[in-house]
Every structure is written in structure tokens, then in C-alpha cells.
């Protein structure tokens, strides 16, 4: 037999995504709908438009699903929906087709937090060692999160302003770049060196909290100055430089916290997990420090259902079951 099989459901923002895992480790099948193209010409993602894409889409994508792993219905042994945290709206279309695909063909329903699922997309590449160290970084969460053991989260540092992705997408669009702005300041920053002195935000002394305010103002100004002089700054080193300043305020205080915690592993996750200049100097910092670094390949580092699955399956296992009146819970803590 194959072991436990999952059917997952992702909606929380702008991606309508079902998959279906073996196990929780093993991907039988992995479908992403992007409304990313729709959403580009207003520089962001739209929510009610967000909502009207899920509606559309998440029948297809969950048939999809099944096909693709070759599964009927009755091979699936729980239904994992992110519950939260996202967009109300788009939340609340993953957890209605949930419920219903439960309810038709009697399956039971898992709820998952959409950062444990950022989390388990690096179940995919090894088996978790703990207790170890996660650094969230996606549009909405900028977390480090020490895990004893499965299904156990415990927060130890988050921003205080502005999430790491949604600094990215700031920046971008200070200096024009289209949405979403992190691939874009990821691909400029290659060409260049970084040579403009932007701040980092240590806080204080001890803290594993972040903040991006600071630098997103710091950035604007620069740019608005150098403009008002007529002597605008080179685009490339702008992102480079702001992007050496997200990683180094990052990277320094994930191992600040891989070495208080004592941790066996370090996860990175999240939408800006994918970013090049952070997984080489996050390889790095862990290399030196020999600690075991895990992150997704870049298509499991954004939102997708085959991690919604990974960590549905622990949940599952656990005994954790959603009753019919699952709600959508857009602020939900891990
Ligand atoms: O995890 P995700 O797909 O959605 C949320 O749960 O938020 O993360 C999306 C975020 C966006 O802010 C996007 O600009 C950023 O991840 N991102 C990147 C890169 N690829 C995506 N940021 C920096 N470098 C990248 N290569
Ligand atoms: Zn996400």
C-alpha cells in the first residue's frame, strides 16, 4: 500500500493549488493555478479578485490533482485545507470545496496553518532532525520558529513591521519594477555589486524580532534624492544593496538562534527562500557553523497545496479533524 495518502487545498492568496502526498514525503501530484497575470496590472494582489479566480479554478485544480496521481476518491485518507492565516475571501473557497469534497465522498477534513505548510515543504528533500531552527520569509511573515518536534511550533523572533517579501515588492515598485518585485530586485541584485550603505535593523541587544521599515524609508529617500538631484541612482545597485541588507540582518540572526537553540537542522521557507543571494549566503553561514541546512527547491518555496498536504498528513496523524464548521481564520497564530 502507499500509506497516507493526502488530498491538500491551497487558496490563502493568489495561487488556487491542490495536491495529493504519500506519507508526507513523497509528492504523487502538485497543481499551481497562478492569477499572478491578473493581478500584475494593479501592481498587487487584489483580493476580491483573488476570490473570483479561486471559485473558478478550484474544482479543476483538485480533479487535476487526483488524476495526476492517479487516485480515486476513495484512496484519499484526509482532506487538508489551509484554515488560515490569507486573504479571508480567497480562504474561505479552499475551505468550502474542503468541506464539501469531505462531506460528498466522507473523507475527514484537516485543518492546516499556511506556515506550518511553508514549513513542511522541506519534508520533501529530508527527514526533520530536531530539535531544529525554521526561518519563515514569504508576502506576509517574517518568522523564526524553534520546532522540538513535529507539529510543535514555538515562536522565537518576527518582524515588527513589514514582512521581508512585502519589503521586496516595496522596493520593486519604488523603482518600477513589476509585481511581484522579489524575482525582479533577485535578478538585478545578480548584476551588480552592492555598493549604497542602507541600515540594518538590529533592534535590541538578544532580539530575534525583525523589522523593514526602516530600510523600505531608507530605500524611498535614497531613490527620491538622487532623483531630485537629476542624477538618478543605477536600479541594480539599489536592489543589490537593499537586498545585501535583508539577508545580512537574516542570516545573522537565524544563526544567532541555530546556536542558542542548539538546533540538528535550519529550514528556510517561504516565497523568498527562492531568492539566490539569501540560499548562498545562508549555505554559507550554515557550512561554516555545521548545521544541517534544508531548503525547498525553488517551486515549493512559494504557495502550493503539496506542502498544505505535508504538514495536513502530521496533523492527521496526530488526530487532528476539522468539524463542518470549519471558518477561515485570516490571522491566525501558529
Ligand atoms: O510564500 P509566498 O509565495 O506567498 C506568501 O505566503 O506570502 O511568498 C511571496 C513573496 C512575495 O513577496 C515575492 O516577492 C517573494 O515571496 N519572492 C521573492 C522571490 N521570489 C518570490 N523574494 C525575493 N527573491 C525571490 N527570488
Ligand atoms: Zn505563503
Redesign the pocket.
Known amino acids: 500500500s502507499e500509506g497516507t495518502i493526502i488530498l491538500g487545498i491551497e487558496t ?2 493568489d ?1 488556487t493549488a491542490a495536491a495529493v502526498v504519500a506519507d508526507g514525503r513523497r509528492i504523487l501530484s502538485n497543481i499551481v493555478a497562478s492569477q499572478i497575470k491578473s493581478h500584475k496590472r494593479f501592481g498587487g494582489v487584489v483580493p476580491e479578485i483573488a476570490s473570483r479566480h479561486h471559485v473558478e479554478q478550484i474544482t479543476m485544480v483538485c480533479e487535476a490533482a487526483l488524476e495526476e496521481a492517479n487516485m480515486d476518491w476513495q484512496d484519499i485518507d484526509g482532506i487538508a485545507v489551509t484554515e488560515g492565516p490569507g486573504l479571508v475571501g480567497a480562504l474561505l473557497v479552499g475551505i468550502s470545496a474542503a468541506k464539501a469534497l469531505a462531506f460528498a465522498h466522507q473523507i475527514p477534513l484537516i485543518p492546516v496553518h ?1 506556515i506550518a505548510g ?1 514549513i513542511y515543504a522541506n519534508r520533501f528533500s529530508a527527514e526533520f532532525q530536531f530539535p531544529l531552527v525554521a526561518l519563515i520569509v ?4 517574517t518568522e523564526l520558529i524553534q520546532m522540538p518536534g513535529h507539529g510543535q511550533y514555538e515562536l522565537i523572533g518576527e518582524t515588527r513591521d513589514d ?1 521581508a ?2 519589503a ?2 516595496k522596493v520593486a515598485r519604488i523603482l518600477g519594477l513589476p509585481y ?4 525582479e ?2 535578478r538585478l541584485s545578480a548584476e551588480t555589486e552592492p555598493t549604497l550603505s542602507f541600515p540594518r535593523a538590529w533592534l535590541e541587544e538578544g532580539s530575534f524580532d525583525f523589522s523593514f521599515s526602516g530600510l523600505k524609508s531608507a530605500v524611498t529617500n535614497a531613490v527620491h534624492n538622487a532623483e531630485q538631484r537629476g542624477a538618478a541612482l543605477e536600479k541594480a545597485d539599489v536592489a543589490a544593496s537593499f537586498q545585501q541588507s535583508v539577508i545580512d540582518v537574516l542570516v545573522t540572526k537565524t544563526m544567532r538562534a541555530v546556536k542558542e537553540y542548539k538546533a540538528k537542522q535550519l529550514l528556510v521557507a ?3 527562500a ?3 543571494g ?1 540560499r548562498q549566503a545562508i549555505t554559507q553561514a550554515a557550512q561554516n557553523a555545521g548545521v544541517e541546512l534544508i531548503i525547498p527547491p525553488i517551486h515549493l ?3 502550493n497545496a503539496a506542502m498544505i498536504a505535508a504538514a495536513g498528513t502530521i496533523n492527521f496523524l496526530a488526530g487532528e479533524r476539522a468539524a463542518m464548521d470549519l471558518n477561515a481564520h485570516p490571522g491566525l497564530e501558529l
Open positions: 490563502s492568496c495561487e499556511h511553508h514569504s508576502g506576509g511573515h514582512a517579501g512585502e521586496f515588492d511581484p518585485g522579489g524575482p530586485i533577485d517561504g516565497g523568498v527562492a531568492n539566490r539569501l518555496c512559494t504557495d
